[in-house]
């Protein structure tokens, strides 16, 4: 509501007492009573450098340190980040329990250059996925050593059941075809090529379906494979002389 007019004041009165009233308050806005422009300007200029002081750490890759108000900043650099990500993607990598019939077991180190040969021979048309296709090529494969072998199998060891696969070292040494384990069965049907983790696969020594018409045809490509076939099969039957029976 607006203040009445005191009919009792004149009009030069009234212009008097708003005179004094804008004094008042002039007077407690330099004594500092109510707004403090000079300390928000002070903090935007400080927060302005701050902000120069990251980006220009940011850009040049260096990790750095600054307080603004008792909490700290943190600016690391890309190769530090990079390297604690592996860390932790190494360390959160999933490996169930092993079956305990696993031998010979493939480290780190064979397990590469065995899915390495996986992922080749999915690529050329030569490999058989699943335990059906696996038995069923093992069934025709000859009794008789040969040299090299018509195929190598590769079993994950981390299945359950283990009456899955447990059948499977029994008929490669029925037939005389070498087969290595390895960890992870999501690491072996990534190498396959298959989105679904598998337990076990073979790869054969011959070039199938739709890479063999075209081995015809350029015969480089079937030649690599063979070289590629010939390795593979010194790794696992390497590994396969420590196994005890």
């Not at 999501?186 to 020594?205: D, H, N």
Request: glycine share 6%; hydrophobic share 35%.
């Amino acid at each position: 509501m607006a203040k009445e007019k005191d009919p009792t004041l004149s009009k030069e009165e009234r212009k008097a007492l708003k005179r004094a009233g804008k004094e008042k308050t002039k007077r407690s806005d330099s004594n500092g009573v109510h707004k403090h422009k000079d300390s928000k300007k002070e903090k935007k200029k400080e927060r302005a450098a701050l902000a120069e002081k990251v980006t220009n750490a940011v850009e040049s890759g260096k990790a750095v340190i600054v307080a603004e108000d008792e909490e700290q900043v943190v600016v690391k650099s890309g190769v530090e980040e990079d390297e604690n990500k592996e860390k932790k993607e190494v360390s959160t990598r999933p490996v169930g329990a092993l079956v305990p019939f696993a031998n010979p077991l493939a480290d780190e180190k064979v397990a590469k250059k065995v899915f390495r040969g996986v992922k080749k021979a999915a690529a050329s048309k030569s490999l058989k996925r699943g335990v059906k296709e696996v038995v069923k090529a093992l069934r025709k494969s000859p009794t008789v050593p040969s040299s090299p072998p018509p195929g190598v199998v590769v079993l994950a060891a981390d299945i359950s059941p283990m009456d899955v696969i447990s059948h499977i070292p029994v008929l490669c040494e029925d037939h005389s075809i070498p087969y290595i384990y390895v960890t992870s069965r999501a690491e072996l049907g990534m190498a396959g090529q298959t989105k679904r983790p598998t337990s076990v696969v073979m790869v054969t020594a011959s070039v199938g379906g739709k890479a063999k018409k075209e081995g015809e045809k350029e015969k480089e490509g079937e030649g690599e494979w063979k070289e590629t076939f010939a390795g593979l099969v010194k790794v696992i039957e390497r590994e396969g002389r420590h196994v005890k029976i």
